[in-house]
């Protein structure tokens, strides 16, 4: 099956710097990658989504690359703020067969003011 | 407001004794899952329904069992609960395989 490997799992980054998630997924036949971020208390979130016929998409401040060669996406978030700190998961999932989307382990990321 | 509303938030209790968490979406989706989330671990799906009366086996399904009788309803039932299934458990729902989940907030489960 899937397998999706995620890091890092913790990012410490100063507000105003950049951050970047990094995913790499195992079956070629992935063709959605969505990026969900949960904040405490709460259930995970959409923040953005690729699909694969694109390579980049971008929205505001979050953007996100896919390298289908490669099998990894990632996640790039600029201009960090204190609400950016949350955890934020990868996931890869295919349109066809059975539907178990495939998540990473996570990542915490932490905005210091 | 569109949403996923799953209950009870916290539920402890006590090896053996049944329970059922409930979940309901508001969306008309067709697909609802169950996952866990464990320290380290992420999301690990449970069980998933594509459509009334049609549900299958996600990465995780031992111990746990579910009932797809209406579109909007997707119970989590455990038999017989024991110490290893205390989890943060979450429902979710979504148009489709390659379309976002849209989760509910989370029922805290221990079982003692």
């Known amino acids: 099956g899937e397998n999706v490997e995620q890091h890092p799992s913790t990012l410490s980054v100063q507000e105003g710097d950049s951050a970047v998630i990094k995913c790499t997924y195992s079956?070629?036949?992935?063709?959605?990658f969505p990026w969900y971020k949960q904040e405490l208390g709460k259930g995970p979130q959409l923040i953005i989504d690729?699909?694969?016929?694109?390579g980049e998409k971008k929205d505001q401040r979050i953007a996100v690359t896919l390298n289908k060669t490669a099998k990894h996406f990632s996640l790039h978030i600029t201009e960090t703020q204190p609400e950016d700190s949350a955890v934020y998961f990868c996931?890869?999932?295919?349109?066809?067969?059975?539907?178990?989307?495939?998540f990473g382990r996570g990542t915490s990321l932490i905005v210091h003011p | 407001e569109a949403q996923v509303t799953q209950n009870p938030r916290y539920l402890i209790t006590v090896t053996g004794k049944k329970l059922t968490v409930t979940c309901s979406q508001n969306?008309?989706?067709?697909?609802m899952s169950w996952y866990r989330q464990d320290p380290g671990l992420g999301l690990r799906q449970i069980y998933y329904?594509?459509?009334?009366?049609?549900?299958d086996k996600g990465d995780v399904p031992e111990g746990y069992k579910v009932s797809r009788k209406e579109k909007r309803n997707f119970p989590l039932i455990l038999e017989s609960p024991s110490p290893n299934q205390t989890s943060l458990y979450f429902c979710?729902?979504?148009?489709?395989?390659?379309?976002?989940?849209?989760f509910g907030n989370g029922t805290r489960l221990t079982v003692t």
């Open positions: 979710a729902s979504s148009l489709g395989k390659s379309y976002p989940l849209h």
């Open positions: 690729i699909r694969s016929n694109v």
């Open positions: 969306m008309n989706h067709e697909y």
């Open positions: 079956d070629s036949a992935s063709n959605y």
């Open positions: 996931a890869a999932s295919i349109s066809g067969g059975s539907y178990i989307p495939t």
């Open positions: 329904s594509m459509n009334v009366e049609v549900t």
